[in-house]
């Protein structure tokens, strides 16, 4: 195989040495646009190790993690998932150690062995002190055609006594042998076949989880978020609209929204978010003119609604934009960049 045809890939290391400040560093920024990442003074532990590998496989990312050695915390947030935008789902198998993890307010132990999936749309925070993994990184229209499905796949744990935990497992570990065989033109297959073998095998567990009206395909809840997407400056968009628009009972709209958080809720969380999009890159419209832009007509209410929700002022926000402290070199900065860059590809699809 020619290296043009090899998979593109990306290794982070650090671990105990004179340098382990700084490679730390790159570390947590590799992974900034999924995790705040903190890594409890690392530089004081001889038997410090973290590794992080990245595979661009075209519709999808896999990530190989080796941490050990001191604390490491990951959360991510409605902030952050305002500035990254990533709406994707992560499919991880715990080879060896443990973390806990909350979600939706209940934390849970993940243990080797274990299947886990969560989706970069919603909240999570991850706490481990050695922990090895594989992560298969999909867009989430690979997996149910449904959106209330695919919702219902937050948080789920598959725990290594079952056989779909095992399955899983054993195919994802054998991806990852195979990865520096698989060229860059078969590894779309192979990521459908994955993602099929994910979606057939937890299914089950999914549908335990998740409540769907019985009389409306997915196909319409895709359709009302694209409409609301597409309308977030309509003054009566909300409930009552858009029963209107699509047919449907309050019922049925509030079943069809329960899995992430109500109607409501979403409609004020798409209109944060799209403000907040529009003050990191449209540095032409004043705050007011973003507010009136996403639905808010008060600019007083949606600067008070900015702020609970990101943590920021939008005003603050328009200053930093997207940038973040940074103190790496101009080659760690552009190695850190080609996975921010993997990821919004795989993110766009």
């Given at each position: 195989?020619?290296?043009?045809?090899?998979?593109?890939?990306n290794s982070v290391t650090?671990?105990?040495?004179?340098?382990?400040?700084?490679?730390?560093?790159?570390?947590?920024?590799?992974?900034?646009?999924?995790?705040?990442?903190?890594?409890?003074?690392?530089?004081?532990?001889?038997?410090?190790?973290?590794?992080?590998?990245?595979?661009?496989?075209?519709?999808?990312?896999?990530?190989?993690?080796?941490?050990?050695?001191?604390?490491?915390?990951?959360?991510?947030?409605?902030?952050?998932?305002?500035?990254?935008?990533?709406?994707?789902?992560?499919?991880?198998?715990?080879?060896?150690?443990?973390?806990?993890?909350t979600v939706n307010g209940?934390?849970?132990?993940?243990?080797?062995?274990?299947?886990?999936?969560?989706?970069?749309?919603?909240?999570?925070?991850?706490?481990?002190?050695?922990?090895?993994?594989?992560?298969?990184?999909?867009?989430?229209?690979?997996?149910?055609?449904?959106?209330?499905?695919?919702?219902?796949?937050?948080?789920?744990?598959?725990?290594?006594?079952?056989?779909?935990?095992?399955?899983?497992?054993?195919?994802?570990?054998?991806?990852?042998?195979?990865?520096?065989?698989?060229?860059?033109?078969?590894?779309?297959?192979?990521?459908?076949?994955?993602?099929?073998?994910?979606?057939?095998?937890?299914?089950?567990?999914?549908?335990?989880?998740?409540?769907?009206?019985?009389?409306?395909?997915?196909?319409?809840?895709?359709?009302?978020?694209?409409?609301?997407?597409?309308?977030?400056?309509?003054?009566?968009?909300?409930?009552?609209?858009?029963?209107?628009?699509?047919?449907?009972?309050?019922?049925?709209?509030?079943?069809?929204?329960?899995?992430?958080?109500?109607?409501?809720?979403?409609?004020?969380?798409?209109?944060?978010?799209?403000?907040?999009?529009?003050?990191?890159?449209?540095?032409?419209?004043?705050?007011?003119?973003?507010?009136?832009?996403?639905?808010?007509?008060?600019?007083?209410?949606?600067?008070?609604?900015?702020?609970?929700?990101?943590?920021?002022?939008?005003?603050?926000?328009?200053?930093?934009?997207?940038?973040?402290?940074?103190?790496?070199?101009?080659?760690?900065?552009?190695?850190?960049a080609s996975v921010h860059?993997?990821?919004?590809?795989?993110?766009?699809?």
């Amino acid at each position: 195989m020619s290296p043009a045809d090899k998979l593109p890939s990306n290794s982070v290391t650090a671990k105990a040495g004179a340098d382990v400040r700084r490679a730390s560093q790159l570390f947590a920024e590799t992974l900034d646009p999924v995790f705040r990442t903190t890594l409890l003074t690392p530089e004081r532990l001889d038997d410090f190790h973290a590794e992080l590998s990245t595979y661009f496989m075209g519709p999808a990312l896999f990530f190989a993690a080796d941490m050990t050695g001191t604390t490491y915390t990951f959360s991510r947030d409605m902030r952050r998932i305002a500035r990254t935008g990533l709406d994707l789902i992560f499919v991880q198998a715990t080879l060896d150690g443990s973390d806990l993890r909350t979600v939706n307010g209940e934390t849970i132990l993940v243990e080797a062995g274990d299947i886990s999936l969560f989706d970069l749309s919603r909240p999570m925070q991850a706490e481990t002190r050695h922990c090895r993994n594989l992560t298969l990184v999909l867009p989430r229209h690979m997996l149910f055609s449904k959106d209330v499905q695919n919702d219902a796949l937050h948080g789920l744990v598959l725990k290594r006594s079952t056989s779909t935990a095992r399955l899983i497992g054993s195919h994802l570990r054998a991806l990852f042998d195979d990865l520096s065989d698989i060229t860059q033109a078969e590894a779309p297959a192979i990521v459908a076949a994955t993602a099929d073998l994910v979606t057939n095998l937890v299914g089950q567990q999914v549908s335990n989880r998740s409540q769907p009206a019985p009389t409306v395909r997915g196909a319409v809840i895709m359709e009302v978020r694209r409409y609301i997407e597409q309308n977030m400056a309509r003054q009566d968009l909300g409930p009552d609209h858009l029963c209107k628009m699509f047919g449907l009972s309050r019922a049925t709209l509030y079943r069809l929204f329960e899995p992430v958080g109500g109607v409501t809720d979403y409609i004020r969380t798409r209109r944060l978010r799209a403000a907040f999009d529009l003050l990191t890159n449209d540095g032409k419209r004043t705050v007011g003119e973003v507010a009136y832009a996403c639905g808010f007509p008060d600019i007083s209410a949606f600067s008070r609604a900015f702020r609970h929700q990101f943590g920021m002022s939008p005003s603050e926000v328009r200053e930093t934009g997207d940038r973040g402290p940074r103190a790496l070199t101009a080659t760690e900065r552009q190695t850190a960049a080609s996975v921010h860059d993997w990821l919004r590809i795989v993110g766009s699809l």
